[in-house]
């Protein structure tokens, strides 16, 4: 029997991966390509060819994965709604990626027009506080929370 613990959560994600599909939001993959370009300079720049050329490789799969899953936005939320409630660890992942990424761009994206001011910022405060998309990253968020 499925306890009502999980699958409230798991409604709730659900929801927030339908409304973000409606909405076509899904996060930008430019932070987490930056985060593993730079890793990767690290790692060439420190360690002997041998290793680095494994370890580099080993990378690049977890991020083209990691990339894939947050590209999908709602949909990796709605698999990840459905998979909590068998497997807790798994389903709280996927709804981290497929809304963690898309929460970090449109952070950055309303920091980046606050920064340049005018009317473009009063815009953008408008625009996200009656956006449907900001409505899913906060169930998908308190699905997340609601998981213990």
Do not use: C, H
């Not at 459905?82 to 920091?111: C, Q």
């Not at 449907?132 to 699905?143: D, E, N, P, Q, R």
Request: cysteine-free; glycine content about 12%.
């Amino acid at each position: 029997m499925v306890s009502l613990r999980r699958s409230i959560p798991s409604i709730l994600a659900i929801i927030s991966g339908i409304l973000m599909i409606s909405v076509s939001w899904s996060g930008g993959l430019g932070l987490l390509t930056g985060v593993f370009s730079f890793i990767q300079d690290y790692i060439s720049q420190n360690f002997s060819s041998e290793y680095a050329s494994l370890i580099i490789l080993s990378l690049t799969l977890i991020e083209q994965i990691l990339s894939i899953l947050a590209g999908l936005g709602g949909i990796t939320v709605i698999v990840g709604g459905l998979i909590l409630i068998r497997i807790k660890w798994l389903g709280k992942f996927l709804i981290t990626m497929g809304s963690g990424v898309t929460i970090l761009t449109m952070l950055f994206l309303f920091g980046q027009t606050m920064f340049q001011g005018g009317p473009a910022a009063t815009e953008l405060v408008l625009i996200m506080l009656n956006s449907t998309g900001w409505i899913a990253v906060f169930l998908s968020l308190l699905a997340r929370y609601l998981v213990r």
